[in-house]
């Protein structure tokens, strides 16, 4: 087995795996609403989001033994960077998981994107390391630690893959704001919106509750209470509504204007109810 099937192997592992781990993680992307800020946040929050014990160990053992017991050939240390890769990448797992990850049409232009990133750099950093020493077994080492690298910035291929489609996303997400407006400009019902720091969708459901024991009520759904959120409820639910006296928002704060965000599709806000003194 020569070197360049070898790194070939090795960049086609850590290609795989990456690309598992980017799916793995998101669910965390679109969580916090595409916002990379927010994502980095989430990933920095705990040690073992950006640096899991068992993978630095696992990789640490598998480069030391591709170097002490692959002298003298490429096939032996290949193997070894091979299983050893397997076994880093795969002991840890995002245990934060709740529930299985359907994908929205985004999320699968933002995986597509973060893969194509993640396997050209996967595979150029392993093809570019791994040429600085003559031993094959420093080399195919030197490769495995690339592959590890690669795999660790798992988020940043995800960050850089919603920034390469953040023109797209923006042209459809102003369109699919302009289509919630439509829709309320048609229907002109009067809008409650629900904001404050707990008890959102709690006194929604109660408002919409009380309400529609007289009128022609609709409430947001589960906790959707982001502007596109709202906007994708908007579209899924009212668009064949000709007729509606009271729409039910609840509306979620992340950062400084974003309840203002949230108003733009809901353009005609009557009332506002804060949850509690804070907001």
Not at 144 to 166: D, E, K, Q, R, T
Request: hydrophobic share 50%; glycine share 8%; with cysteine.
């Amino acid at each position: 087995m020569t070197f360049d099937i070898s790194a070939a192997l090795i960049a086609l592992l850590w290609a795989i795996l990456t690309g598992w781990r980017v799916y793995r993680l998101a669910r965390f992307h679109q969580m916090e609403e595409y916002k990379f800020n927010r994502f980095a946040a989430w990933w920095f929050a705990q040690r073992e989001r950006f640096l899991p014990r068992q993978a630095v160990n696992a990789g640490a053992v598998t480069v030391g033994l591709c170097i002490v017991l692959g002298e003298g050939g490429a096939v032996l240390p290949t193997l070894i960077a091979l299983v050893g890769g397997g076994v880093a990448a795969w002991l840890p797992a995002e245990v934060e998981v709740k529930k299985a990850y359907v994908p929205t049409a985004r999320a699968k232009r933002l995986l597509v994107a973060a893969w194509v990133i993640e396997s050209l750099v996967a595979a150029l950093l392993i093809f570019w390391a791994a040429s600085a020493f003559e031993s094959d077994s420093v080399r195919i080492g030197l490769a495995a630690v690339m592959g590890l690298a690669v795999w660790f910035l798992s988020p940043v291929w995800l960050i850089l893959g919603n920034l390469a489609m953040w023109p797209l996303e923006e042209a459809s997400r102003q369109r699919f704001v302009r289509m919630a407006r439509t829709t309320l400009r048609r229907i002109h019902p009067t809008v409650i919106g629900i904001t404050g720091s707990y008890g959102k969708t709690t006194t929604k459901n109660f408002v919409a509750e009380l309400l529609g024991g007289r009128f022609r009520t609709y409430a947001t759904p589960k906790s959707f209470n982001t502007m596109l959120g709202v906007s994708r409820a908007i579209n899924a639910d009212l668009t064949d509504h000709y007729a509606l006296d009271y729409f039910v928002v609840e509306m979620g704060a992340y950062f400084p204007g974003e309840i203002k965000r949230i108003c733009g599709p809901v353009s005609y806000t009557h009332l506002t109810l804060p949850t509690n003194r804070e907001v």
